[in-house]
């Protein structure tokens, strides 16, 4: 077993679900799909400037934004019917909001494995969430980048 | 004991109007003994969300597949499953979901194939049922547990294998996934993607007839009239026909299956539940590629 170092907020996250039984870890799940904050009026009112994430099975958009001190803010946009792809949009953000540039880039893209969904949750979806991961580092990237 | 048949106008005109229940038809017998409603969604957190008052969670996923073997559950384990759900034999068993009833056709045909002998859908669905403002709940029922008895699955009537596909090159099969994994353009469905195979095109024969076209904007079955517009009229099916249908694991097709057995009562119609992912990943199957047959 090779074990992957993940970001305090991620690995205390992934220790939350290993020590549920399954049904609980959905309830956990369900808990982050409701906790995902809501799009601010910027782009609520302008959501073409948010990624689509192709790779999950409900629409989800995303942004990431480098701010002036390093830090990188998160931004999720799904539908209420799609609580799954919600729930991995907010774990997502409770794990990796506010955490430096390249803090997120390195958090390792196979995180999903160590959350225990994969009895749950076809392997398919837990992809989305990977999908999502790595669209977030591009765009840290490209603005690391540019700026 | 069965609860009455839904006597809407609508139905009346389908092969079979016992397998469908309106959302008004549900909304005045929920509570009723002998009635128990499951929903079967694509998001396996859906239910959890909010589902109609009583409704039990059946998953496709972990539920009704065997967790090892690509096979879906024996006997035995579906006794055990429909048992913990508060089922017996003589339930009448009324499924929804989302997405089209997509999951719930699903969920149905593979109690078909135990032969569960009161099996119908909530023609519209999750959408239709929530569009209507009726009520929602989060309370997970507590069911008495029954004894359902163990029946082995019957394989042989609604269920195709591979080499059974093979031999039925020739006759009647139909692909009911998107034109683009029909052609070959995509190995996968539009936005599920490596989800896939090696190889991309269709069977050999197969038409192309989306499983989605069965359904109307509001998630309904279209009548009668349109279905057999496009399943007898566009696609020349005869009501003997032995049909073959497939997708890429046997859930969109399951709902085609739906369509062609109980609306409109062709008696030899087949899924083949291995589908593309099984032919596209098969050596030395024949495959045809672009938009003809």
Redesign the interface.
């Known amino acids: 077993m090779t074990s992957i170092t993940l970001p305090p907020r991620l690995a205390e996250i992934a220790e939350d679900f290993g020590a549920l039984a399954d049904r609980d870890r959905?309830?956990l799940?369900?808990e982050f799909?409701r906790e995902l904050p809501p799009l601010p009026d910027r782009y609520a009112d302008r959501r073409d400037l948010l990624e689509q994430v192709?790779?999950?099975?409900?629409p989800l958009f995303l942004a990431a934004e480098v701010s002036g001190d390093g830090t990188v803010h998160l931004f999720f946009d799904a539908p209420?019917?799609?609580?799954?792809?919600r729930?991995f949009a907010g774990i997502l953000h409770a794990a990796l909001d506010g955490l430096a540039a390249d803090e997120i880039l390195e958090t390792p893209g196979e995180f999903s494995s160590q959350l225990g969904l994969h009895?749950?949750?076809?392997p398919?979806r837990l992809?989305g969430m990977a999908a999502m991961l790595a669209r977030i580092k591009r765009q840290v990237r490209e603005q690391l980048a540019s700026s | 004991m069965a609860l009455p048949y839904d006597s809407a106008p609508k139905f009346a005109d389908y092969a079979h109007p016992e397998k469908l229940v309106t959302t008004e038809w549900l909304a005045e017998h929920l509570g009723d003994p002998g009635l128990v409603v499951a929903e079967s969604d694509e998001d396996v957190l859906l239910y959890e969300t909010g589902h109609i008052p009583g409704a039990v969670k059946l998953d496709w996923h972990t539920e009704l597949n065997d967790p090892q073997t690509r096979d879906y559950v024996d006997g035995v384990g579906f006794a055990r499953l429909m048992s913990e759900k508060g089922i017996t034999r003589d339930t009448t068993l009324v499924l929804y979901g989302d997405k089209n009833n997509w999951w719930a056709a699903y969920a149905l045909w593979v109690c078909t194939l135990f032969e569960h002998p009161d099996l119908r859908l909530v023609d519209g669905g999750r959408a239709k049922w929530i569009a209507e403002g009726r009520p929602v709940t989060t309370d997970v029922p507590q069911r008495p547990g029954t004894d359902y008895p163990v029946v082995e699955r019957d394989d042989t009537k609604v269920r195709a294998f591979r080499d059974q596909v093979l031999a039925h090159l020739g006759q009647p099969l139909i692909d009911v996934r998107s034109p683009g994994e029909y052609t070959g353009e995509l190995l996968h469905m539009p936005d599920y993607p490596q989800e896939g195979a090696v190889r991309g095109g269709h069977i050999p024969g197969a038409r192309s007839v989306p499983w989605a076209r069965a359904a109307a904007e509001d998630a309904t079955f279209r009548s009668l009239k349109e279905l057999e517009a496009i399943y007898a009229g566009e696609v020349g099916l005869r009501p003997d026909d032995d049909v073959v249908v497939y997708c890429r694991i046997g859930e969109r097709s399951s709902h085609t299956w739906f369509v062609l057995t109980h609306l409109l009562g062709y008696p030899h119609v087949r899924n083949y539940d291995g589908s593309w992912t099984e032919w596209g990943n098969s050596v030395r199957v024949p495959i045809t590629r672009g938009e003809n047959p």
């Not at chain 1, 192709?54 to 409900?58: A, D, F, R």
């Not at chain 1, 009895?119 to 076809?122: K, N, P, R, Y």
């Open positions: 959905l309830q799940l369900l799909s192709p790779e999950c099975q409900s209420p019917e799609a609580p799954t792809t729930g009895d749950l949750v076809s398919l992809r």
